[in-house]
């Protein structure tokens, strides 16, 4: 987890509220990704970003968008939360772009939506 | 459809035997596949990365190989320790235009003193 910080790490709200997330780096990588972990499915990429202001969709990312204004800094919002979007959330960052490159993952955020 | 498979019923050895783990996929022509380790409430943690023109990659006491044709990477963890307990996770990406990380679900690893 070294590099790299996520806040919260729990939060519980209620639907219909908008949550925010924070991912910050120290490491001055290009890259950095959102993924959420769920049982029964393996970790889904939400949306990554590939530099300031360049941002880009995964496979799961309806109901969520991101802001990346600072290379250290990576935003995850959920406009208004449901329940299908309680999950743990982690953040992780590689130096490169693409399969190529290792990802170092931040500790999570737990968020339960009620 | 595409698939990754690692087993999903825990495995259990005692200390000091080797663990291997398996990953299996279908449909997928992976160029690139890693294997990263997790433990309970914490972030996965990179292991190994393979490339598909590699058979092989060693690193301590952790070695993967990769079989294109079998469609299949082995993890082998050689003199297990109780420490090395934890989920094994294997990611992959497509050689094609979409190549980020697919991820399986991982297997649990418990190594017994």
């Known amino acids: 987890d070294a590099g790299i910080t996520q806040s919260p790490r729990h939060k519980v709200t209620e639907t219909g509220t908008p949550v925010t997330l924070r991912c910050h780096q120290t490491?001055?990588?290009?890259?950095m990704y959102w993924y959420r972990q769920d049982p029964g499915h393996g970790l889904r990429l939400i949306h990554y970003?590939?530099?300031?202001?360049?941002?880009d969709k995964g496979e799961v990312s309806d109901g969520y968008s991101v802001s990346r204004s600072k290379t250290e800094d990576f935003l995850l919002t959920l406009e208004s939360a449901t329940s299908s979007q309680t999950s743990v959330y982690f953040c992780?960052?590689?130096?490169?772009?693409?399969?190529?490159?290792?990802?170092?993952f931040g500790p999570g955020t737990r968020l339960t939506v009620t | 459809s595409q698939k990754i498979e690692q087993n999903s019923e825990a495995l259990n050895i005692q200390e000091g035997k080797t663990a291997t783990l398996t990953c299996n996929y279908t449909n997928y022509s992976p160029a690139y596949l890693q294997w990263y380790r997790q433990d309970p409430g914490r972030g996965p943690v990179f292991l190994l990365l393979?490339?598909?023109n590699e058979k092989e990659k060693r690193k301590e006491r952790l070695k993967v190989t990769f079989d294109t044709t079998l469609k299949q990477s082995l993890f082998h963890i050689t003199a297990s320790q109780p420490a090395d307990s934890a989920t094994y996770l294997c990611a992959l990406s497509n050689a094609g235009n979409n190549r980020k990380l697919i991820w399986g679900l991982g297997t649990s690893l418990g190594v017994n003193p």
């Open positions: 992780a960052i590689s130096e490169g772009g693409g399969p190529a490159y290792e990802q170092y």
């Open positions: 393979i490339r598909e």
């Open positions: 970003s590939y530099g300031v202001k360049d941002t």
């Open positions: 490491e001055n990588h290009r890259y």
